[in-house]
Every structure is written in C-alpha cells, then in structure tokens.
C-alpha cells in the first residue's frame, strides 16, 4: 500500500533535515569549475560548479565573500569549501560556501589581473594619491613576519645607514588565509596607535605566487590605500609584482632595497653639514678679505697718491697748452713785424725826398698846395720851390704851356 | 620672532639655501654675515636632531 501522501512542504522540509545531519554533507570540499557566475546587488554571489559531467548550484553570501581571497571569475578552477542546504521554497540543493581556495596556477593569474584592473579603474593606483616618502624619517613601522630573512634585512641595512631612526616591529603572518587580515589590521593600527610613524615597510621574502597572496588581496590594497602614512611595499624578489606594489607610495624590489629607499645615510649627512659650514666659514672669510682689500684700496695714501698723479697730468696739460699758445703768439708778432717793415720800405719808396734827392723839386701854391700843372700858374704868380736840402720863393715870368 | 620648528629636511634645505647665497661674488659683508648666521643656525638645528636622536628598535606583542 502506498505510503500516506505528504506536502511537496514537507518532503522538502524533510529532505533537509536528513541533509543537514549528514556528517558528510555538512562539511565538504569540492573541485570543479566556475560557470554561471553572478554577483547579486545584496551582495551575495551565486554560481555553479561544474566537471565534465555534473553541476553544482553554489551560494556565496556577502558576509562569506570578504573572506574569499581571489577575484572568482568564469572558468576558474576553485575548490569550495562549504556544507550541503536544501533551499526548500525551490526544492533543490546547493552548496553553501564558506571559503573557495584557486587551484589551477593560471587562475590565479586571472584573479590577479581581475582585481589589478578592477583596483585600477577606481583609482586605487593614481599617482596623484600617492604620498612621498619623507627624507628624514623619525620613525619607521615594518609590517612582517617577526622572523625570516626579511626583518633581518630591513633591520640591518637601516642599522647599519642611519643611527637615528626608531624602528619598530609589528610583526604577522604573511602567508596562508590569516594573513591578509593581520596585515592590514596593522596598517590601520599603525594609522590608529602609532600616528607619529614616518614611513610603514610592509613585505616579506621571496616565495611562490601562493606564498605571496596575501599582498594580492583586496584587504591589504585598501588598508595600503586608506594609509595616511606613506607605505613602501616590499614583497619577495626583483621580478615578483603585487597588487600592493600598485598601491603603496613606493614600490621596492625587496624587503632590502625598501629599507635602503626609506632612510638617509647619518654619516654622510653629518659629513655634508660639516662642509656646509666649513664652506659658509671659508666663503664668510673671503668676503672680509675681498671687502678689506677694497677698503685699503680706498685709504687716504692711495687717495692722495692718486691726486697728486691728477694734479701733475693736469699741470703738463696746462705747460702744453701755455707752450704752444706763446709759440704761436711770437710767431704772429713776427708775422706782423715782417709786414711792418716791408710797409716801411714801400713807405720809403713813396717819400718825396727822396724824389727831390734825386733832382726833383716840389712847386707850391700860395697855400701850400702842391702845383702838378700849367694851367694853375700864370704870370706874375709867387710860388714856392721846395727842394731836397730847402726853399725857395719864385716869381713865375712866363708860363708856357705843351700842346697835347 | 618665533620661528615653527622645521622638519630636518626643511632646515637642511635652507642651511643650503643660506650657503648657496653666500656664493654670489656682489654679496656685502653684512649680508654674508647674515647668511653666516642664519646658516649656523639651521646647522644647529640639524647637527642636534642627528646627536640627540638614540635609536630605538622594538618589536610589539602578537
């Protein structure tokens, strides 16, 4: 007989009841691949897994995702770790997932660029956020794990530059699920604790990309981004990248080269301030040496003795010019003492004296005036004779005159 | 004058600034002075952060 007919309700409440007594079902881990993936605006994601014959119906919730350390995407090999639901209003089972571990290593390479590219867009890695470095830091945290090679490291090269800076430790776990948390827990604590910190180093030695994955993890990039203290990020070898290389103020290829990055040598800046004085010294004595040089250059010797040179140009300018003004003077007089004479002698020429001298006699009126022709003299006129050696008085007795 | 105290950086930058002013050849022996002095100033400064400074190295409790 058939058994009593129950409520598609009930069988389904039922059927989840057994399920989730099932010592297996409650804690599972299963492998396969991801496929129809979807991120819900709750926040919660859903998904299936997949091989070549079966699929699974997966449920991510939103509180569980913040603990998944891989961007999930399509085709991803994962393992799900997680227990077996009844979802009773559809009637089908999936698999709640609490954490999902990638397996296939190009996967995580895929996650990697995922969040890179996801990180990049909202500006995560803008330059215009990135703080600098602070020259002269008074105090450094350095964010790794409490032994190994990197603390060593870090704590050595500082050492052994700078005698100055304290150096603080906090140390955590820089691999495996925890350590994403520990980390950034430790940036923001820093932030939060130690507010007067210069520069955080956060990092660890070389190791596999798995080893490394904490630095990939969204936690750590934004607690990096959130910092208001500069971070230099140091993450195993030259050739191993990080998101959190994306992120921090400064990227240093190993956990030495962010020691070396973040400090000053002591010794040679206690070098480069001697010689700044010992230069300001020197350069200050110089300029009182020149300016005393200047200055004797100024004195009343030199400045007497520098007149006196005036004064002496001055004079045989004047006996120059006195020499050459009374030359020319003696040669004009001269010049008028030849004209003088040779106005004399035609003088001489011209006397009539001289003429008379010569047999000449002058003939002159009863005036005095000088008689040159006939025509002024007549008969019984008195004139006068005038001779080189005298005179004499004349009665004209007749006077006869040249035709022309 | 009070004057804000200044990181390392900013007096090492201006101990630099006051030596590289002494450098000009028309500087007068009273600026030069002035800049002599500023500098040693900030040489103090500087000196003192570096002698004063005990290093301490620390790691926190997990």
């Not at chain 1, 019984?380 to 006077?399: F, P, Q």
């Amino acid at each position: 007989m058939a058994p009593k007919p129950v409520t598609v309700s009930q069988l389904n409440s039922y059927i989840g009841r057994v399920l989730q007594t099932d010592p297996l079902l409650g804690s599972v881990s299963v492998k396969g691949e991801i496929s129809n993936l979807k991120y819900h605006s709750s926040g919660h994601v859903y998904f299936s897994m997949k091989d070549e014959r079966s699929s699974l119906r997966c449920f991510l919730s939103a509180y569980n995702l913040e603990h998944v350390r891989f961007e999930l995407e399509e085709g991803m090999e994962i393992t799900a770790a997680g227990n077996i639901s009844v979802y009773e209003q559809g009637g089908y089972y999936s698999l709640y997932v609490k954490d999902i571990d990638v397996t296939g290593r190009g996967d995580l390479a895929a996650a990697f660029e995922k969040l890179k590219s996801r990180l990049a867009a909202e500006g995560l890695f803008d330059t215009k956020h990135k703080k600098e470095i602070p020259f002269f830091p008074r105090r450094i945290m350095v964010i790794t794990a409490a032994t190994g090679a990197a603390v060593k490291d870090i704590l050595k090269i500082i050492t052994s530059k700078n005698d100055c800076v304290d150096i603080t430790v906090w140390p955590v776990a820089v691999q495996g699920a925890k350590a994403a948390g520990e980390i950034s827990a430790a940036i923001r604590g820093t932030n939060e604790k130690y507010p007067d910190t210069d520069i955080i180093i956060t990092g660890r030695g070389g190791g596999s990309i798995e080893d490394l994955w904490a630095f990939n993890e969204e936690a750590v990039a934004r607690a990096i981004y959130d910092s208001g203290i500069p971070v230099i990020s140091a993450v195993g070898h030259e050739i191993d990248v990080t998101i959190a290389d994306f992120v921090a103020d400064a990227r240093a290829e190993t956990p030495t080269a962010a020691a070396d990055m973040a400090v000053p040598d002591t010794a040679l800046l206690r070098e480069d301030l001697d010689e700044l004085r010992a230069g300001m010294l020197d350069r200050l004595i110089r300029t009182a040496e020149t300016k005393e040089e200047k200055l004797q250059a100024l004195s009343l010797d030199v400045f007497a003795r520098n007149i006196c040179t005036m004064i002496d140009y001055h004079a045989a300018l004047i006996s120059n010019i006195r020499d050459s003004s009374r030359s020319r003077l003696l040669n004009l007089i001269a010049g008028y003492e030849n004209s003088i004479t040779a106005a004399k002698s035609h003088l001489d020429d011209m006397d009539p004296r001289s003429i008379m001298k010569r047999g000449y006699s002058a003939v002159t009126g009863k005036n005095g005036r000088l008689i040159g022709s006939t025509a002024e003299i007549h008969a019984d006129d008195e004139l006068g004779l005038t001779m080189s050696d005298g005179s004499a008085d004349v009665i004209v007795t007749s006077v006869r005159r040249d035709r022309r | 004058m009070t004057e804000k105290k200044l990181s390392f950086e900013e007096s090492m930058k201006e101990l630099e600034k006051a030596a590289a002013a002494m450098d000009r050849d028309d500087i007068t022996l009273e600026e030069a002075l002035k800049s002599y002095e500023k500098g040693i100033r900030y040489y103090k400064q500087c000196a003192e952060t570096l002698e004063n400074a005990k290093q301490k190295i620390e790691t926190l409790k997990k």
